[in-house]
């Protein structure tokens, strides 16, 4: 067209961008992307079916080889047992025949000796083979058994061992295209991540479900989860980490488990919950998400998080993982600032649940109460910001909708506060030794 190569060039480099900023471009090229991403997982997951069913029935051969091999010595061991057990008293029997034969002829021998002997002799020598006739017993030899009693060894093989184990063989292992489980969601928590899964076969009847996890440097899944829910939160995560996540299932009756979900993969960025240390009366675990009311004499007062680190739009949770002797000024829940010298969170700038059910909002004690907190019991805090007018005569510059869940029951209530709080603490307190709390 007599245009010189620089134009042609960005002409060229124009018309590129444009196909490569139109919507159709760009959705073709995800599907290109999607499609080369099912292609390599198709790859993928068929090299690792065939590595594990080479690896299974070599395995298998192995075993069988070895066991074949240990019944094969069984056998013949006993063989030996009954052969020798069967000749041992043919060879005595053999013994005293012989013996007997042996001295009868002897004796002949003798008696022949004392006939042809010297007549001055032979009184005496007949005076001794006399007595020597007298005490033999040739009449006494055992018997000889009779062949039918004597012990023939033949083996017994079943050739439906033969049927039995390829009925087995053919009927062993399966090529399943689709597990019947699939992990769904992933949702980041504070030092955890949620895991949700669900049933995909609709033909499957679930029993238990098995979840495992492996940090992305590790070679292993290892189980953290074995049981009927749905859902499990795997708690000593570290944050901004990789893990990968996969789900089976074993059906209603079974004992074997389905293949496994494809592997997924979560992180979570939000800051790991932990307890303040060195509060005298609290002993606190090495990833300090876990306090213990110690036996210390120390009253213990209350102890707070190291860091306003519950956010409105989270749900914090808290586990009782042990028990002891109850006090009305227990108390579990979150505060806008730690405030030294209380013995609760019975106080302003607080809310919190006692380990009576009790529900208090700035120190003040709320009508609707829940269950009495036990051991195994999940205590729940929910918050959502909800904005107040400029005219409204509570006074406060916004509120907090505040929803407390435990033992499958919740209250829920509005909490007004003077200020704005972006995050907030959280804290327990227990009079007396044995309560301990986990906290996610």
């Not at 062993?172 to 949700?196: D, F, Y």
């Not at 009790?358 to 959502?384: H, I, R, W, Y």
């Not at 929803?403 to 704005?420: A, G, K, M, P």
Request: charged share 25%.
């Amino acid at each position: 067209s007599g245009m010189d190569p620089e134009g042609e060039a960005l002409l060229l480099q124009e018309a590129r961008e444009s196909i490569e900023a139109a919507p159709s471009y760009r959705l073709g090229a995800r599907q290109a992307r999607g499609k080369k991403k099912r292609k390599n997982q198709i790859k993928e997951s068929a090299a690792l079916t065939r590595e594990v069913l080479e690896q299974h029935f070599n395995d298998l051969k192995g075993t069988l080889r070895k066991l074949l091999d240990e019944r094969l010595v069984l056998l013949l061991q006993e063989v030996d047992a009954i052969e020798q057990e069967s000749i041992k008293p043919l060879d005595e029997c053999q013994k005293l025949i012989e013996h007997g034969v042996s001295t009868a002829d002897d004796l002949l021998q003798e008696g022949e000796c004392v006939i042809h002997g010297v007549m001055g002799e032979q009184n005496e020598k007949l005076c001794s083979f006399t007595k020597k006739a007298l005490h033999i017993q040739l009449d006494s030899l055992p018997e000889v058994p009779a062949l039918v009693d004597v012990p023939c060894l033949s083996a017994q093989l079943d050739d439906c061992l033969l049927t039995i184990v390829k009925n087995q063989i053919f009927n062993h292992g399966t090529v399943a295209s689709r597990p019947p489980v699939q992990i769904e969601e992933l949702t980041e928590k504070p030092g955890g991540i949620l895991v949700r899964w669900c049933k995909v076969d609709d033909d499957f009847i679930p029993q238990d479900y098995r979840l495992q996890s492996r940090k992305s440097t590790a070679h292993h899944f290892e189980d953290v989860y074995v049981g009927s829910e749905m859902e499990f939160i795997v708690l000593q995560i570290d944050p901004n980490v990789d893990y990968q996540f996969r789900v089976c299932a074993r059906g209603d009756g079974r004992q074997e488990w389905s293949p496994w979900s494809i592997p997924q993969t979560g992180r979570s960025t939000l800051v790991p919950h932990e307890w303040t240390a060195g509060l005298e009366g609290y002993s606190l675990s090495s990833r300090r998400n876990i306090a213990l009311r110690n036996d210390s004499q120390s009253c213990g007062g209350v102890l707070y998080s190291k860091a306003p680190t519950y956010f409105c739009g989270q749900t914090l949770t808290f586990r009782i993982e042990a028990v002891g002797q109850l006090d009305k000024r227990d108390s579990i829940g979150v505060c806008v600032e730690q405030q030294n010298g209380y013995d609760s969170l019975q106080r302003d700038k607080a809310v919190c649940i006692s380990t009576n059910g009790a529900v208090f909002v700035n120190g003040k004690e709320m009508t609707n109460q829940l269950p009495a907190v036990t051991c195994g019991s999940t205590v729940t805090f929910d918050m959502e910001v909800v904005h107040l007018g400029p005219n409204n005569n509570e006074g406060g510059s916004f509120k907090l909708r505040v929803t407390i869940s435990s033992n499958n029951r919740e209250v829920v209530f509005d909490w007004v506060l003077d200020h704005s709080c972006g995050s907030l603490y959280f804290g327990c307190s227990f009079s007396y030794p044995g309560w301990k709390v986990l906290v996610f």
